[in-house]
């Protein structure tokens, strides 16, 4: 950040990433779960520029590609990458390609992509906020295209807003976006409840900007009340999930109180949907926190019993006051809801025919 702020680890590191899957282990979860191809299950692949070009802009895809090679550089805004990491963000994204093919064939249930960089800020023309590649965008436009799928819908509960998983499908009714996200947190002046896509696509664009301070309350009404009946209207084929775990209550980066637990229920609600889900692995800047959150998702989506680990964060959290839903979050829940009234009709005329 320069001038007098002195320097410290970089949020957007491999350790809570690292530690999330070393817990995964630990607890002896992993040993349950479909990991390798030769077992059936994803195929772990670099996405081809092909794939990359139909999100992002070619220049921007060679630009990456090119400064990668020469030592990195900045994607965009607050995008930094060093050598090499063409090929790890390429890989990032094809391996939510090899994951959407895994459950739309049935070789798993559901998948969970354990990766980074993030990418849902990622627009056509350049990296932001940690993101090089958009993977959630690349899986969803390959399922649209190469898979034929007339309906996906992707749900993004990372505390920030998903401008470029909005952005790319802006005017697809065949995708449907749904952000729960932070108000006016990052990035600045995107996510709005009126930003609701365009042309064949309006209304299949929805933000839940939630105020600083929502936690137990406002997120499960938000999902109860704007998520669910989305999803029975629009009845995807698959649902891609940007999961970030930095509405936690400990994360640097967002003002949320969530516990650890809220993330597996909600993994849970959306695995019971009797339809295919992939999560794509997005922020989540605790290292203490994020490991917990994305042990809660992986167990909801197995289908497994609650391991005996203990997250000792988690009574706290769920204890702190203001936990329930406050008059000035349901405000926004409820002005969504009016906004979505009319669509939902239009999304279950659509699905019959």
């Known amino acids: 950040m320069g001038y007098y702020v002195e320097p ?15 817990l995964v282990d630990a607890c002896g979860l992993l040993e349950l779960l479909v990991t390798d191809v030769r077992d059936g299950g994803v195929v772990r692949r670099a996405a081809t520029r092909q794939e990359l070009e139909a999100v992002h802009a070619p220049a921007y895809v060679e630009r990456v590609a090119a400064a990668s090679g020469k030592g990195g ?20 994204a094809g391996c939510a390609i090899g994951a959407v093919d895994a459950v739309a064939e049935g070789r798993v249930d559901n998948a969970y992509v354990l990766c980074r960089p993030p990418g849902h800020h990622a627009t056509r023309e350049m990296g932001m906020g940690f993101c090089v590649f958009n993977s959630v965008a690349v899986a969803a ?26 952005e790319a499908f802006y005017g697809d009714p065949g995708v449907l976006v749904v952000s729960v996200h932070e108000d006016s947190l990052y990035p600045l002046g995107t996510g709005k409840v009126e930003d609701r896509g365009e042309g064949a696509g309006e209304g299949y664009n929805v933000n839940v900007p939630l105020p600083p301070g929502s936690g137990v309350g406002a997120y499960t009404e938000a999902f109860d009340r704007i998520v669910h009946p ?20 400990l994360d640097p980066l967002g003002h949320m109180m969530l516990p650890s637990g809220w993330f597996g229920e909600a993994a849970a609600r959306l695995a ?10 997005e ?16 167990e909801a989506m197995a289908g497994v019993p609650k391991s005996n680990v203990v ?17 000035h979050q349901r405000a926004v829940i409820d002005r969504v ?7 939902k009709g239009l999304m279950r005329s659509r699905a019959a025919a």
């Open 141 to 166: 436009k390959h399922a649209r295209t190469r898979l034929r799928m007339g309906r996906v819908a992707v749900v993004d509960y990372d505390v920030h807003h998903g401008n470029g998983t909005e």
């Open 311 to 327: 997250d000792v964060m988690e009574g706290e959290i769920r204890a702190y006051g203001y936990q329930e839903t406050q008059a």
């Open 73 to 92: 550089g900045d994607a965009g805004d607050c995008a930094f990458y060093g050598p090499g990491s063409f090929a790890i963000a390429a890989l990032a």
């Open 337 to 343: 809801e009016r906004e979505i009234e009319e669509v």
């Open 272 to 281: 019971a949907r009797g339809v295919g889900v992939v999560f794509v692995h």
């Open 230 to 249: 989305l999803l029975d209207a629009f009845e995807p084929e698959i649902i891609l999930v940007s999961s970030g775990f930095d509405a936690s209550a």
């Open 283 to 298: 922020g989540g800047y605790s290292e203490v926190a994020a490991p917990f959150c994305g042990l809660r998702v992986l």
């Open 8 to 22: 410290g680890q970089y949020y957007e590191s491999a350790e809570a990433k690292r530690r999330m899957r070393n």
